[in-house]
């Protein structure tokens, strides 16, 4: 679920004090992109973007299956099949993944 390298690789690149700025700027901004995620009725364009997004978040603070579940996405409203999206499963895969990471944060850093 999480990718706890990248955690690793990221913390260690920007430091502790960058670090833990950094988590909270990216679970406001999915929060909000989740939030405002266009339905499968729109544009598929757009749900596209807005998965696109929502990926490249997700790997950078590596949740891995977020992202993967969001490139399926991406991949199904550029095929011109959104309702094939199942956005409620990103939004709980993005709610189990934030879970534990937060729980597993603290241990998996200090180890």
């Known amino acids: 679920m999480i990718d706890w390298s ?3 690789e990221l913390h260690d690149e920007i430091g502790a004090e960058d670090f833990d700025e950094v988590v909270a700027l990216f679970l406001k901004e999915v929060e ?13 364009a757009a749900l596209e973007a807005a998965l696109h997004f929502l990926k490249g978040s997700a790997l950078n603070l590596g949740f891995d299956s977020l992202a993967r579940a969001c490139q399926e996405g991406e991949y199904a409203a550029r095929a011109g099949t959104p309702g094939a999206v199942d956005l409620g499963a990103i ?9 534990a990471f937060l729980r597993e944060l603290p241990e998996r850093l200090a180890a």
């Open 32 to 44: 909000g992109a989740l939030a405002d995620l266009p339905g499968e009725a729109t544009e598929p």
């Open 91 to 99: 939004v709980r895969l993005y709610e189990d993944s934030r879970a």
């Open 6 to 8: 990248q955690v690793s």
